[in-house]
């Protein structure tokens, strides 16, 4: 398992990583994303949207689970499973022709649902740290 570590210190810097990220995904790419609430999630995810040549405007999907977006360079699945209350929600929506789809999937609160997550993807945590700054943020991918 491979794991690296980033530190941040601006939205910008967060969303540049998420760029970075998205510009190197691949087809079958499965991300999953978890830390508390107003870490930057969004903002990550933002990053690695407009990484897949995504324009259109990038929110948490939190009252549907599932928002899907076509018009890049491969889709990107966008989760937010944060409001889901049983792992059979996933099964009605379909999860599995996301998950192993033709294109990228991005899972925030993945641990919500970790059961059926895929063998092989990328887990991202971010935290923050107040003594280093408000906008500080480390961030942690591992190769699952």
Known sequence: MKEMIYETFS???????????????IQGSVYTLVGDLG???????????????IEEPICSPTFTIVQVYEEGRMPF?????YR????????EIGYED?????????IEWANLIEEILPEHRWDITIEKDLEKGFD???????EV
Do not use: N, S, W
């Not at 939205?11 to 510009?23: D, F, M, Q, W, Y």
């Open 39 to 53: 870490v930057g999630k969004t903002v990550f995810t933002q990053g690695i949207a407009e990484g897949l040549e």
């Open 84 to 91: 889901i209350g049983d792992i059979e929600e996933m099964d």
């Open 136 to 142: 500080y943020r480390k961030i942690i991918i591992k």
């Open 98 to 106: 996301y998950f192993y789809g033709e294109g990228v999937c991005m």
């Open 11 to 25: 939205p910008e810097e967060t969303k540049e990583l998420g760029r970075k990220i998205g510009a190197a995904a």
């Open 77 to 81: 699945y966008h989760f937010d499973v």
